[in-house]
């Protein structure tokens, strides 16, 4: 069995990779350092998998530790990266907090790792294109200047694993290019666990509906869209976390070397307010909402070409808007009675 690390397994997307890792007959090996997630996401993962996947807590920033960690894990032959921090409005009050973590976590994996046969996937974000001038956005469209200091932590770290192979310090490298992730798995066991009030628009439904919030706000109804509102490509974080494997065996075939990346969405658009109505026919609860300003820094429109995806990877959405919002509302309302 392939030894997997899988950093930041305990988070959102992490921990449903770690499931379908497992489901793939792969071993994951989890780093967390709980900064945004909660060690009972290891217990409710062994209630889906059956058993406690191997952990380990440390700060991917301390060197000593990682090293330490690759002497204790030797036979690791694949790492997905997803350790990072990712609230873009806290990147803009606290850039330096967001560069050091995001890409010394980053560096310290590349140099600990250097020159050793490890394939490597990277999460990446649609935040690259920022309002790409062609919609559905392909991977050869122009990065555009960053928005935000955690949207450049994600520029910059595509450029340093290009680097990092061009050089050999890396061997096989995707970096995958994530949309909207939303969703939880169909357990209702894992699912986003946002931290405070949260700043995206999924988790800020379910907590509205639940009775946690008063009401939802829709940055801006007066975008050149169907509706006025923002459109996004939303994806369920199962079909997500199920392109993780199919990266890691792409780098396995003999087809595959050095450098590339790949847009992770369905391929279609939805505005806010799609949303929100596809959550109340989803659910049949009614959402208080009510129409704001725009928020700074969103981008009007985005969603993902992702004909190279499936055609390389082999990959493909499944999961509609439907499913999406009642798993998001199964995980809220499971929450609700087993607080975490
Ligand atoms: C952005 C990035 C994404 C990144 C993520 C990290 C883009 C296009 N996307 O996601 O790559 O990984 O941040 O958090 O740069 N909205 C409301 N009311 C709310 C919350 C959100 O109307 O209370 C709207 C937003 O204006 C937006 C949509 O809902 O149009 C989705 O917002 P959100 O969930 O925060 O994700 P993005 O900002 O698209």
Redesign the pocket.
Same mark, same amino acid.
């Given at each position: 069995m392939a030894k997997i690390l899988v950093t930041g397994g305990l988070g959102f997307i992490g921990s449903h990779t770690v499931v379908e890792l497992i489901n793939a007959g792969y071993e994951p090996v989890i780093i967390d350092d709980l900064s945004n997630s909660q060690h009972k996401i290891l217990g409710q993962l062994s209630k889906i998998v059956g058993f406690k996947p191997v952990f380990y807590q440390f700060d991917l920033c301390d060197k000593q530790k990682l090293i330490h960690f690759a002497k204790s894990e030797p036979d690791i032959t694949g790492i997905i990266h997803f350790a990072a921090f990712?609230? $873009?409005g806290e990147s803009v009050q606290n850039p330096l907090k967001y560069y050091n973590n995001n890409l010394t976590s980053l560096l310290n994996l590349l140099s600990v790792y250097s020159g050793e046969s490890v394939d490597f996937v990277f999460s990446s #974000?649609?935040?690259v294109y920022g309002q790409p001038d062609e919609l559905p956005v392909t991977e050869n469209a122009p990065v555009k200047p960053a928005?935000s200091p +955690?949207?450049n932590t994600k520029q910059i770290a595509e450029e340093i694993l290009k680097d990092a192979v061009t050089s050999g310090d890396a061997k096989k490298v995707i970096s995958l290019r +994530?949309f909207?992730p939303v969703g939880a798995h169909d357990s209702a066991l894992i699912g986003e666990l946002p931290i405070g009030v949260p700043?995206?628009? $999924?988790p800020?439904i379910t907590q509205s509906a639940i009775g946690k919030r008063e009401k939802?706000? &829709?940055?801006?109804n007066d975008y050149n869209t169907r509706d006025g #509102?923002?459109v996004?490509d939303y994806i369920h974080v199962v079909d997500l976390a199920k392109a993780h494997v199919s990266a890691l065996k792409l780098m396995e075939s003999n087809t595959f070397a050095g450098y590339d990346v790949f847009n992770l969405g369905t391929g279609n658009g939805n505005t $806010?307010l799609e949303i929100i109505f596809a959550f109340e026919r989803a659910t049949g609860i009614k959402l208080n909402y009510e129409i704001g300003p725009r928020?700074s820094g969103? $981008?009007e429109k &985005?969603w993902g070409d992702v004909t190279k995806s499936e055609k390389q990877l082999h990959w493909k959405a499944r999961l509609g808007i439907d499913i999406m919002m009642s798993s998001a509302w199964e995980w809220e309302k499971y929450l609700a009675e087993n607080p975490l």
């Open positions: 990712k609230a $873009v #974000s649609c935040t928005q +955690y949207g +994530y909207n700043q995206n628009l $999924v800020f939802i706000t &829709v940055f801006g #509102s923002c996004r $806010v928020r969103d $981008v &985005v």
